[in-house]
């Protein structure tokens, strides 16, 4: 199974992925409790065809830094200072180790329930791409929605006092706004701070 797999959306979905990992038991039960399995299964293959990229793509960037090492002529150049030869103080060796550092420190796998109310954050977004999006919102507009949106969350927990129960539905409808609405905030937080550092580094460097 060398190739990546999509996460499943149907029940007969999840049973193909049962049976491509060697899971042949009946079909049963015919329900979403099949789901948070198979969806695992998935996100635990497609981390480990990620991790056989990275590590194939360090051990490729490893192989070329040890056959340039082990070029005769490229030492005689250092030894000389054979000026047509460049001299490598070790800069190759720790280039790959940079890249490796970098690959791990990206190589972030999101929990399952990290996955699904990501998905949820998106399809509200999509449903509200009429309105224009956010990037031109002010921090205490998006503060003030962000407040309105946990006000709307608390009201479906405790319309139990007029219920037999909290409107789950509800807090899983509401839910999403209120993750959208921080998102925006750190989102704008994040493009201001891109933004200064731009700022700072295009500034012309003053003579001595």
């Known amino acids: ?3 990546r797999m999509e996460e499943p959306k149907t029940v007969g979905e999840c049973w193909a992925v049962f049976k491509r990992f060697g899971f042949m038991k009946p079909e049963l039960p015919l329900d979403d409790s099949l789901f948070p399995n198979a969806l ?10 990620d991790e056989i990229e990275r ?8 192989r070329e830094v040890l056959e340039w090492y082990e070029d005769d002529a490229n030492w005689c150049g ?3 200072g054979s000026s047509n030869i460049h001299v490598d103080g070790g800069e190759r060796a720790q280039s790959v180790l940079e890249k490796i550092q970098k690959n ?11 996955s ?18 956010w990037k031109e919102c002010s921090f205490v507009y998006l503060y003030q929605r962000l407040n309105e949106e946990i006000q709307e969350l608390g009201n479906e927990y405790f319309a139990r006092h007029f219920h037999s129960e909290p409107k789950w539905e509800g807090i899983l409808r509401e839910a999403p706004d209120v993750a959208n609405f921080a998102m925006m905030l750190a989102d704008l937080a994040r493009r201001t701070i891109d933004k200064k550092e731009g700022e700072r580094h295009d500034q012309p460097i003053e003579s001595p």
Request: aromatic share 6%; proline share 2%.
């Open 1 to 3: 199974m060398s190739q």
């Open 40 to 49: 695992q299964l998935v996100q635990m293959h497609n981390a480990h065809l």
């Open 55 to 62: 590590f194939t793509a360090a051990n490729t960037a490893m």
């Open 78 to 80: 250092i030894l000389t």
């Open 104 to 114: 791990d420190s990206e190589a972030v796998i999101l929990r399952p329930e990290v």
């Open 116 to 133: 699904w109310f990501a998905e949820q954050m998106e399809l509200t977004l999509r449903r509200n791409d009429h309105k224009g999006g």
